[in-house]
């Protein structure tokens, strides 16, 4: 029997980072967006947490008599 399992996860990754002294909230905001628009952010992204949207599973029978297969899909 051939099962096709679906994962689907809600990742949320931390970085924890230097930026200058002295910026206003709307500076803070631009410096951050400037730097993960350029990549600057990749390296210091840690996974922080990971949580199940859902798993769904998907039962394949191969019927040999005809050659056809059916599916049969599972929520978890």
């Known amino acids: 029997m051939k ?4 994962v689907v996860e809600k990742i949320t990754s931390e970085a924890h980072i230097d930026i ?9 905001k631009q410096h951050i ?3 993960y628009n350029t ?3 990749q ?3 840690n996974i922080f947490q990971v949580e199940f ?4 599973a998907r039962i394949v029978q191969e019927h040999s008599s005809t050659k056809s297969a059916s599916i049969e899909e599972v929520r978890l």
């Open 39 to 41: 990549g600057g952010m």
């Open 3 to 6: 099962v096709i399992v679906t």
């Open 43 to 45: 390296a210091e992204m």
């Open 33 to 35: 967006v400037d730097r």
């Open 53 to 56: 949207e859902s798993i769904s």
């Open 20 to 28: 200058p002294d002295g910026l206003n909230k709307s500076a803070i």
